[in-house]
C-alpha cells in the first residue's frame, strides 16, 4: 500500500490521505501513548494472567494439564457471566450489590417450580427471567425516577432477597436440579469437530464484523485503520483459540475405559452473550448513550439523552444477566439453597474492576470485564491445587482488587492531567 501522509491532528490521529488512518506503527505508537496517558483496559489484567499462569504450572505439576484446563473454564463461567452483568451498570458509574442474590433468588424460584409444582422447566425458566426483568425495573424505578442512591436500594435487596430465597426454599433448604438440559450446560462437552466448528465461526464473526465495520466507517467518510490490523486480529484469535481447541480435544478422562474430550458446552453459550453485550455496546446507539451517561451525567442530558431510561435499561440488563449467571451456576453445582449467590457478587465487581471498567462510570468494555474474572477464576483455582487455606484466598484477591482499583484511580488522574494531593 503506498498511502501518503497528509495531516496530523496529534500522536494517535495520522490520517492519510486515502482514507487509512494511520499504518501499523502509528497504531501502535498511538495504542502505547493511551497506556502511557491512562487508558490501559486490561493490559494490567491480561499480564495478570500470564504471570499466575506462569507461577502456577511452577509451583502446582496440575495446573496447566487438560483437565484442570477445562475445570478452569467451567469454574470461570459463572463469574464471567455476573461480572458482565455487573458491567452495565459499573459503566454508568453505578453499582448493584444485590446481583448475586438475584441470580440465587430466581434459581430458587425455578427449581422449586419444577420440582415442587411440577411446572414445565421451560416454563419455569422463563418465570426466573421474568423474576430477574421485574428486579431490574423496580431497581432502575427508585434510582433513575425517585433518585435513591443505587448503593442503598441495592443494599436492600441484597437483604430482602435472602429472606425471599428462604422462603421459597422453605425448611428442607436444599433442591437438587433434576433437568437434564440444564445440568448439561456445564457437564457436557461438544463433540471434538464441534469445537473445531466453533473456532472457523468465531473467525468468520470477527472477519465479517471488521469488515461491517470497515464500511460503515467508509460511508461516514472517517477513517479506517490499516487492513493489516483486521489480518493481525484475525491471526491472534486463529492462534489463541486453535491452541484452546487443541488442549481441550485431547482426552482428559482419568479412566482408560471412558474418553472425555471437547470444548465445554458453556463456552459457546458464554462467547455468545459477550459478543452480543459488546455488540450493544459498541456499535448501537444504546451502547454510546450508556458511556455517555456513565462519562457526564449532565452533559449527556444537555445533549438530549434520557439519563433516566439509560440508567433504567442498565439496571434491567443487569439483572437479566445474573439470572443467566445464576443458571450456570446451578448447572455447575447441581442444586440450590437458599444461600445462593450470597458471596458471588462482591467477585463480580471484583472481577470487573481488575479486568479494567471503572468505578467511576464510562469506562471499560465486557471483555475486560471477562478476563478479570479469569484472573480471579485463576487465583482461587491454583490456590485451591495448592491446598492453602480459604482465607489466603480471600486476602489474594482483596490484595489484587486494592491493586486494581489504584490503577484505575491513578490512570483517571493521569489522563486528566492532575495528581490528588492531600
Same mark, same amino acid.
Given at each position: 500500500?503506498?498511502?501518503?501522509?497528509?495531516?496530523?491532528?496529534?500522536?494517535?490521529?495520522?490520517?492519510?490521505?486515502?482514507?487509512?488512518?494511520?499504518?501499523?506503527?502509528?497504531?501502535?505508537?498511538?495504542?502505547?501513548?493511551?497506556?502511557?496517558?491512562?487508558?490501559?483496559?486490561?493490559?494490567? !489484567?491480561?499480564?495478570?494472567?500470564?504471570?499466575?499462569?506462569?507461577?502456577?504450572?511452577?509451583?502446582?505439576?496440575?495446573?496447566?494439564?487438560?483437565?484442570?484446563?477445562?475445570?478452569?473454564?467451567?469454574?470461570?463461567?459463572?463469574?464471567?457471566?455476573?461480572?458482565?452483568?455487573?458491567?452495565?451498570?459499573?459503566?454508568?458509574?453505578?453499582?448493584?450489590?444485590?446481583?448475586?442474590?438475584?441470580?440465587?433468588?430466581?434459581?430458587?424460584?425455578?427449581?422449586?417450580?419444577?420440582?415442587?409444582?411440577?411446572?414445565?422447566?421451560?416454563?419455569?425458566?422463563?418465570?426466573?427471567?421474568?423474576?430477574?426483568?421485574?428486579?431490574?425495573?423496580?431497581?432502575?424505578?427508585?434510582?433513575?425516577?425517585?433518585?435513591?442512591?443505587?448503593?442503598?436500594?441495592?443494599?436492600?435487596?441484597?437483604?430482602?432477597?435472602?429472606?425471599?430465597?428462604?422462603?421459597?426454599?422453605?425448611?428442607?433448604?436444599?433442591?437438587?436440579?433434576?433437568?437434564?438440559?440444564?445440568?448439561?450446560?456445564?457437564?457436557?462437552?461438544?463433540?471434538?469437530?464441534?469445537?473445531?466448528?466453533?473456532?472457523?465461526?468465531?473467525?468468520?464473526?470477527?472477519?465479517?464484523?471488521?469488515?461491517?465495520? /470497515?464500511?460503515? /466507517?467508509?460511508?461516514?467518510?472517517?477513517?479506517?485503520?490499516?487492513?493489516?490490523?483486521?489480518?493481525?486480529?484475525? !491471526?491472534?484469535?486463529?492462534?489463541?483459540?486453535?491452541?484452546?481447541?487443541?488442549?481441550?480435544?485431547?482426552?482428559?478422562?482419568?479412566?482408560?475405559?471412558?474418553?472425555?474430550?471437547?470444548?465445554?458446552?458453556?463456552?459457546?453459550?458464554?462467547?455468545?452473550?459477550?459478543?452480543?453485550?459488546?455488540?450493544?455496546?459498541? /456499535?448501537?446507539?444504546?451502547?454510546?448513550?450508556?458511556?455517555?451517561?456513565?462519562?457526564?451525567?449532565?452533559?449527556?442530558?444537555?445533549?438530549?439523552?434520557?439519563?433516566?431510561?439509560?440508567?433504567?435499561?442498565?439496571?434491567?440488563?443487569?439483572?437479566?444477566?445474573?439470572?443467566?449467571?445464576?443458571?450456570?451456576?446451578?448447572?455447575?453445582?447441581?442444586?440450590?439453597?437458599?444461600?445462593?449467590?450470597?458471596?458471588?457478587?462482591?467477585?463480580?465487581?471484583?472481577?470487573?474492576?481488575?479486568?479494567?471498567?471503572?468505578?467511576?462510570?464510562?469506562?471499560?468494555?465486557?471483555?475486560?470485564?471477562?478476563?478479570?474474572?479469569?484472573?480471579?477464576?485463576?487465583?482461587?483455582?491454583?490456590?485451591?491445587?495448592?491446598?492453602?487455606?480459604?482465607?489466603?484466598?480471600?486476602?489474594?484477591?482483596?490484595?489484587?482488587?486494592?491493586?486494581?482499583?489504584?490503577?484505575? !484511580?491513578?490512570?483517571?488522574?493521569?489522563?486528566?492531567?492532575?495528581?490528588?494531593?492531600?
Amino acid at each position: 500500500m503506498t498511502d501518503t501522509q497528509t495531516t496530523a491532528s496529534g500522536p494517535d490521529a495520522v490520517l492519510i490521505a486515502s482514507g487509512v488512518e494511520g499504518g501499523v506503527r502509528d497504531q501502535v505508537r498511538a495504542w502505547w501513548d493511551r497506556v502511557r496517558g491512562g487508558e490501559m483496559g486490561a493490559l494490567p !489484567a491480561s499480564a495478570g494472567i500470564v504471570v499466575l499462569t506462569v507461577l502456577f504450572t511452577f509451583l502446582s505439576p496440575f495446573f496447566l494439564t487438560e483437565r484442570n484446563f477445562a475445570n478452569l473454564l467451567t469454574q470461570a463461567a459463572t463469574l464471567v457471566m455476573l461480572a458482565m452483568a455487573l458491567t452495565f451498570v459499573l459503566l454508568l458509574g453505578e453499582i448493584d450489590l444485590s446481583a448475586g442474590v438475584t441470580s440465587g433468588m430466581t434459581m430458587a424460584l425455578f427449581v422449586v417450580l419444577d420440582n415442587v409444582f411440577a411446572v414445565a422447566w421451560p416454563i419455569a425458566l422463563l418465570a426466573a427471567f421474568g423474576a430477574g426483568l421485574a428486579t431490574g425495573l423496580f431497581i432502575g424505578f427508585f434510582v433513575a425516577r425517585v433518585g435513591i442512591p443505587s448503593f442503598v436500594v441495592t443494599l436492600g435487596l441484597f437483604l430482602g432477597f435472602q429472606g425471599l430465597a428462604l422462603t421459597i426454599i422453605g425448611d428442607g433448604g436444599l433442591y437438587r436440579l433434576q433437568v437434564r438440559e440444564i445440568l448439561a450446560i456445564q457437564n457436557s462437552n461438544m463433540p471434538v469437530w464441534g469445537g473445531w466448528l466453533m473456532l472457523v465461526v468465531i473467525l468468520g464473526v470477527v472477519a465479517a464484523t471488521s469488515v461491517l465495520d /470497515r464500511r460503515r /466507517r467508509t460511508r461516514a467518510g472517517v477513517p479506517n485503520r490499516t487492513v493489516t490490523l483486521v489480518w493481525v486480529k484475525l !491471526a491472534v484469535v486463529l492462534v489463541v483459540g486453535g491452541a484452546v481447541v487443541a488442549v481441550l480435544s485431547q482426552n482428559r478422562s482419568a479412566s482408560p475405559a471412558a474418553i472425555v474430550a471437547g470444548v465445554p458446552v458453556v463456552v459457546p453459550i458464554v462467547l455468545t452473550i459477550l459478543w452480543l453485550g459488546t455488540f450493544l455496546l459498541d /456499535r448501537t446507539r444504546f451502547g454510546r448513550y450508556v458511556y455517555s451517561v456513565g462519562g457526564n451525567a449532565e452533559a449527556a442530558r444537555r445533549a438530549g439523552i434520557n439519563v433516566r431510561m439509560i440508567r433504567w435499561s442498565g439496571f434491567v440488563l443487569c439483572s437479566t444477566l445474573a439470572v443467566v449467571s445464576g443458571l450456570l451456576s446451578i448447572s455447575k453445582v447441581g442444586s440450590v439453597d437458599a444461600a445462593a449467590g450470597r458471596e458471588i457478587v462482591l467477585s463480580g465487581v471484583a472481577a470487573a474492576v481488575v479486568g479494567g471498567v471503572s468505578l467511576f462510570g464510562g469506562r471499560g468494555r465486557l471483555l475486560h470485564a471477562a478476563v478479570g474474572a479469569l484472573v480471579i477464576a485463576i487465583i482461587t483455582n491454583g490456590l485451591g491445587l495448592l491446598n492453602l487455606p480459604a482465607g489466603v484466598n480471600f486476602m489474594v484477591t482483596g490484595s489484587v482488587l486494592v491493586l486494581a482499583a489504584t490503577v484505575d !484511580a491513578v490512570s483517571r488522574s493521569r489522563a486528566s492531567g492532575t495528581v490528588r494531593r492531600n
